[in-house]
T-cell receptor
């Protein structure tokens, strides 16, 4: 089983739609969780951290379920500019922080 | 703010040639540093990480090596490139929280 798993998609949605991505992780000792965004042929950039209580940043909501070992990202009112690949990142703990990336979920928002 | 400088942006190298990619960090001291590779249409694979000068951990056996001669310098090398070394190479840094990335080097081995 891969350490971090995501549905690669693509998710093809119209502008204004709400879309949700899930990500599962295998290491129950993982402590830090993030969502990154990667545009085509560019480096990943931090979108938001994921906190145990859930957190929101504008149209984006991230949630963590430690019992089931998954995190989610919800995007409301999708914009064309949201089209990108969304990477789930889990950091191992115990000594060195090692960011482990999921394969990414591709989102295409169309007019 | 923390910044990763990585160069070159693109590189085309023949099979069997050597490789040296350099990454430098600004805005922080003693960061953890990472080299990732992303093959076309694939996720990021961690190649090496370093928690300090001269300290290198390898995640996967391969044709590459890494060195950290200075606190803010991380180098990825190969003595002889293979076709399978082609990919998008990303240097990243972190201080125990989120990782921040350089702009990446797109390597094509021909």
């Amino acid at each position: 089983r891969k350490e971090v798993e995501q549905d690669p998609g693509p998710f093809n949605v119209p502008e204004g739609a709400t879309v949700a991505f899930n990500c599962t992780y295998s290491n129950s000792a993982s402590q830090s969780f993030f969502w990154y965004r990667q545009d085509c042929r560019k480096e990943p950039k931090l979108l938001m951290s994921v906190y145990s209580s859930g957190n929101e940043d504008g149209r984006f909501t991230a949630q963590l379920n430690r019992a089931s070992q998954y995190i989610s990202l919800l995007i409301r009112d999708s914009k064309l500019s949201d089209s990108a690949t969304y990477l789930c990142v889990v950091k191992r703990s115990g000594g060195s922080y090692i960011p482990t990336f999921g394969r990414g979920t591709s989102l295409i928002v169309h007019p | 703010s923390q910044t990763i400088h990585q160069w070159p942006a693109t590189l085309v190298q023949p099979v069997g040639s050597p490789l040296s990619l350099e990454c430098t960090v600004e805005g922080t001291s003693n960061p953890n540093l990472y080299w990732y590779r992303q093959a076309a249409g694939r996720g990021l694979q961690l190649l090496f990480y370093s928690v300090g000068i001269g300290q290198i951990s390898s995640e996967v056996p391969q044709n590459l090596s890494a060195s950290r001669p200075q606190d803010r310098q991380f180098i990825l090398s190969s003595k002889k490139l293979l076709l399978s070394d082609s990919g998008f190479y990303l240097c990243a840094g972190g201080m125990g929280t989120e990782a921040f990335f350089g702009q990446g080097t797109r390597l094509t081995v021909v």
